[in-house]
């Protein structure tokens, strides 16, 4: 009878260590900033409740509609089109082994020009508006998603390659049930880095020069000096960055399912 | 190996890959000459490609790029190497004390997606436009690339390899020493690599956007005062950095690694 | 059914090297002929010429009087690396049924053919699996199933069942008799292996070592009904066996340039032989020491 009174504990109990393991230290992180700003007050470092306080004040707002979403829309265009722009070519230039050999030191040179210095060329270029700020976050995005599938299209497996051609596997089929998915891999490692990359240029483009969005607020934060604002900004990136990541995530789990539990079930048999 | 000479994944002969490379270069080149001269994109907007080369040329007689140049890879390098450092200790640190990767996973998971440039107004305030900035911002970039690379290789340690150091009553030390480190060391310099290419990005954009002083710097000045062709040949230079920093430390990678018995394949996170 | 004529190949690249001189065969319309050579003799180089999958440097392959310059259709190839053979992004149905949808069969006739030829396999359970989930000798069975979903004109093996292991191979060695039996496509198999050449084969194809030719083409009198005791421990598999091996014993020896022409055309141009008395060597050896 008390062995029966003891088991559910053990469930309950493991729940709670996990609880503990995963908010413990960001509660303890939190905390000694809290105490840290109590007892010793900066300027630079307002309380966490000021923080919040200045969070539901500037973001829980207009804000939203006028700069967080615009933010965020213009991002997701330049993504996508970037995707698109480095996949198709990706796959074209990987395909052909002279075009490749060919691109590759144009490519390797593209990729080495860190992205943020083309804000200031496109921004001479295509002035300040959206398409410009677009226009960043594609130029920047493409060349990890285009230098990831030449590399996934180029190694797809020889033996397959040959199925495919055996029984008939051409054009839009081949590339569809073959080359794409065999590229999969590799395509959602470049579009990972893309992703990063991307929210590094829309802030930057915001920051640099725009008259909206959410780089610009926070730089207009920090200028004028409302610190508790400014760093709820700051709170406000992160939450994008990890929201996104998030988001990506669960997409790739999705997409390269097959490829995620193969890997697992090669590591149990190795 | 003979067999796969119709493929398009098979190797081709070193010469006819460089060779077909220059042409491919030669091709940008030729592209980026003519579009301007032809009048497809206004030269204000594009100079030629030879008048972008020639101010590129121009700009490498002038010390104070050199002083510019010097002030980005000085805080590349000191950012990288503070990161590596940082990294590494946390992370063989994390592996060592039981509980604790379990504890801080989290953390790691909450505080990595963070968008690096988000700390641009706080570097600013501490620092101004300062070294300070860029280095901040260097240093958290690519601390988080080593740190995660760290991980993963401190956990791919061979279980039974494990046990059988402690079978044999190996200290602490000595299982870090001859254990742990070796089996990381290939998953570190992933992650140098990946954050070597990280501290340069970083080290420009927090000149280009605080105005701290190097390279960066300059190609604002430049992109201000509108001289459009100086703008494009700085960039040329920022994109041949980046190309002479991937290359040397793959050269790295590949002296420290040579002895290595394992050949890994990357961790893709 | 098919015809291989003077089918040379060498690779281009530095030296050129020589991997296949002439073949000469044809393989009758129903027939199961399997190929053995030294390893290295370029058994695999043959196949895919066969399969259209390599261009010959020098003569041809017919298959129904049609020239090979491609894949040709009716044709299906089954690999030794099943694990990278299967596409592992879709579950053993899709896999079985993607060339079907290729060749354009209706719906309902190609659920039909996937259905029949899994089970045909033993895998009617397994279709929503993913080939990975599967043991390697499952794996293979999937490979055969969705070649013989594709009804096939002409079977192409390249050392099916190598990498399983030994009682896999026995059991995937008769599924594919009694598959061939029963749907009487034309097969031609390659392996290393000589009892599964001489087990398997209505005829078995011994080449030479590289630059390769044919050394000898060998008509299997063995009954038609085959199974893995009586067969393999019948005194007349046991000559064949022998005589094989050492055929591929004498390939291996003899350097390829110490044979003239003339002889090589002679080896050639004759019909399968038969092996009329028992070989000397080799009868004492165990059935089941397999050389590998």
Redo the contacts between chains.
Sequence with gaps: MSAAGTRPAGPLRRAALRLLRVLGLPVLLVLGWWIYSVAEPTFYLPTPGRVAGAFTEVWFSARITEDVLPSVGRLLTGYALAGLLGVGLGVAIGSSRALRAAAEPVLEFFRAVPPPVLVPLITLLAGLDTTMKVLVIVSGCVWPVLLNTVEGVRAVDEVLADTGRCFGLRGPARLRHLVLPAASPQIMAGLRQALSIGIILMVIGEMFASTSGIGHTVVLFQRGFAIPEMWSGIVVLGLLGFGFSLAFRAAERRILAWHLARGEERGRHA | M?????????P?SAP??AG??????A??FAVAEAVPRLGLIDPR??PPATAIVRRLAAELGDADLWTALGETMRSWAVGLALACCLAVALGVLIDAVPGLR??????IE?????????????A???FGAETGSTLLLVVYASFWQVLIQVLYGVADVDPVARETARSYRLGRWARLRHLVWPTALPYVMTGVRLAA?VA??LA??AE??IGSPGL?LR??L??SG?A?TE??A??VL??????A??AVVRAVERRVLAWHPSVRGEV?? | MLEITGLGKTYEGRGGVEALRKIDFRVDGGDLVCVVGPSGCGKTTLLKCVAGLLTPTAGEVRVAGRRVTGPPPGMAVVFQEYGRSLFPWMTVRKNVELPLREKKVPAPRRRELVEEALAAVGLADAAAAHPWQLSGGMQQRVAIARAIAYEPRVLLMDEPFAAVDAQTRAELEDLLLTLWRRLGVTTLLVTHDIDEAVYLGRRVIVLSSAPTVVQEDLAVDLPAARDQITTRSAPRFAELRAHVYAQIKQAKGRAAGDRTAGDRAAEESAPPRQVPSPAPRDLKRKTDGRTR
């Design positions: 003979t067999r796969r000479e119709e493929r398009a994944g098979a081709m006819r890959a077909l490379g220059l042409l491919g270069l091709c940008l907007h594009l379990a504890a801080t996973a989290s953390t909450f505080l990595r997606p963070i968008p690096s440039v988000a700390l641009i107004p706080l600013t305030l501490l290419a340069f990005i420009v954009t280009l956007v960066g190609i604002q430049a992109q509108g459009v703008v494009y700085l960039i920022a994109g041949l950095v980046g190309v920093v991937n893709a996170r």
